[in-house]
């Protein structure tokens, strides 16, 4: 079965902090995608990768970075904690296949104090 | 830029009823739209996908459709359970590239 795992349910970090959300998938999925989760905003799109050493930024990168030395593995990288970047962030991958899905992870509600 | 609008935002129905969810969106150069469903503080679960040149697809209880040119989707849900309760979010993805984009949902209640 298909999975995504979030290294996180939950973080607590405080302002300044340099914090790392990671995310592993095993079913050697291409595509990998980092977004946030907002009440009255929905999900948006952060960074994305298409490949090892591959980012491009999404709609709201400011503050963010990516790392992706693995196929598997896709790190978020907040390079220095705000409190508004307190939120919840999902992982989720995919498939170069145009006919499947984006797979989620469970998610890691990060509150930065 | 690509807007999807998800219509209603919250609906509350007795067990058993039959029930629609509406998505729309501006731009009709999609690839596929996809149905989700997210429970409280969790992920997102990958319900139905619809290529751009497909009508409809059915799983189970669920059936979505698609009406490409006119910029509209329908996520049917048959015999409403208490256990459909959830979050549901419909995203489009372009023609050209990976990234979806995502409509607020519509929160369901189904009471038993």
């Known amino acids: 079965d298909v999975k995504v795992t979030q290294s996180s349910r939950y973080l607590v970090k405080r302002t300044g902090e340099k914090v790392f959300l990671e995310c592993v998938q095993d079913m050697d999925h291409e595509n990998m995608f980092w977004y946030r989760q907002d009440p009255g905003l929905g999900l948006r799109l952060i960074y994305f990768?298409?490949?090892?050493?591959?980012?491009e930024k999404g709609d709201i990168p400011e503050g963010y970075s990516v790392s992706r030395e693995k196929k598997e593995r896709f790190s978020l990288i907040l390079e220095s904690a705000s409190t508004n970047q307190t939120s919840m962030y999902l992982c989720?991958?995919?498939?170069?296949?145009?006919?499947?899905?984006?797979?989620f992870g469970d998610g890691t509600r990060l509150s930065i104090l | 830029k690509q807007e999807v609008t998800q219509i209603p935002a919250a609906l509350s129905v007795p067990e058993g009823e039959n029930l629609v969810l509406n998505c729309s969106f501006t731009?009709?150069?999609?690839?596929?739209l996809q149905w989700f469903r997210q429970d409280p503080g969790k992920g997102l679960t990958s319900l139905l996908l619809?290529?751009?040149?497909?009508r409809e697809q059915t799983s189970g209880r669920l059936n979505a459709s698609l009406d490409k040119s006119s910029g509209r989707s329908t996520l049917y849900i048959a015999a409403s359970q208490p256990g459909d309760s959830a979050t549901y979010l419909c995203?489009?993805?372009?023609?050209?590239?990976?990234?979806?984009?995502f409509g607020a949902g519509t929160i369901l209640r189904v009471k038993s």
């Open positions: 990768s298409y490949d090892v050493k591959m980012k």
């Open positions: 989720a991958s995919s498939s170069l296949r145009g006919d499947q899905p984006q797979h």
């Open positions: 731009d009709s150069a999609i690839y596929n």
């Open positions: 619809i290529q751009s040149s497909q």
């Open positions: 995203a489009v993805r372009h023609e050209y590239g990976n990234k979806l984009v």
